[in-house]
């Protein structure tokens, strides 16, 4: 049974047409992470919730934002994207402390 | 600044043979050193882990030793087989207020040939 269900698995946007990524687990799990991973590189951390605690990475540009309506469901809102938002989307969740990632089976994105 | 590095980036093996893949560290605030494995167009799935306060740890065919002096852990893969082939990217993470985040080296890209 998924645990971390990511949705749509494929997604096509416009240049600059803002899009929304989902995620929901059935985990009931405190922390969800969102990464954005480019071809042959490592996953890279846009942000993560702790609860309702909203943690940004530095680097992360600020055409990405997320939202955490509960414990079940995260979005990632790319506001305008460009050609180098082009990546497959991870979601994962843990339990928080030093315990497992579980992710998704991500969403592709694809930018035209 | 790579905080978690990793190496070979690729890696071919006959079936049968020990796959070792290299990762080393800076932080050492790190308290928890996850392998991940991932196929092409699937996410990256746990494949076993290691806390500090152990020098080795046995999966079945896979092992992670981890050198805490030298800020080093390594994947050995025994008996190495074609369904093996997969991305494998080793991690760290640090507990931050609660949660992890997690740092994940560039990956391995193991092919097992037949």
């Known amino acids: 049974d998924a645990m971390v269900i990511q949705n749509p698995r494929y997604q096509v946007t416009q240049f600059g047409k803002p899009v929304t990524l989902s995620c929901s687990q059935t985990?009931?799990?405190?922390?969800m992470y969102w990464y954005q991973q480019k071809s042959s590189q490592a996953p890279k951390l846009l942000f993560h919730?702790?609860?309702?605690?909203?943690?940004n990475e530095a680097d992360t540009p600020d055409n990405f934002q997320s939202r955490r309506p509960n414990t079940s469901f995260c979005f990632l809102d790319i506001r305008s994207p460009g050609l180098g938002d082009a990546a497959m989307y991870l979601c994962?969740?843990?339990?928080?402390?030093?315990?497992?990632?579980?992710f998704g089976q991500g969403t592709r994105l694809t930018v035209v | 600044q790579q905080q978690v590095k990793q190496s070979p980036q690729s890696l071919i093996v006959q079936k049968g043979g020990i796959s070792i893949i290299n990762c080393a560290y800076e932080?050492?605030?790190?308290?928890?050193f996850p392998w991940y494995q991932q196929f092409p167009g699937k996410g990256p799935a746990l494949l076993i882990a290691?806390?500090?306060?152990?020098s080795e740890k046995k999966e079945g065919r896979f092992t992670i030793s981890f050198n805490k002096s030298a800020k080093q852990f390594s994947l050995h893969i025994m008996d190495s087989q074609p369904g093996d082939s997969a991305t494998y990217f080793c991690?760290?993470?640090?507990?931050?207020?609660?949660?992890?985040?997690?740092?994940f080296g560039k990956g391995t890209k193991l092919t097992v040939n037949p």
């Open positions: 991690a760290a993470s640090a507990t931050q207020g609660g949660s992890e985040k997690l740092v």
């Open positions: 290691i806390r500090p306060d152990v």
């Open positions: 994962a969740t843990s339990s928080g402390g030093r315990t497992e990632a579980f």
């Open positions: 919730y702790y609860d309702k605690d909203f943690n």
């Open positions: 932080n050492t605030a790190f308290d928890y």
């Open positions: 985990l009931n799990h405190n922390v």
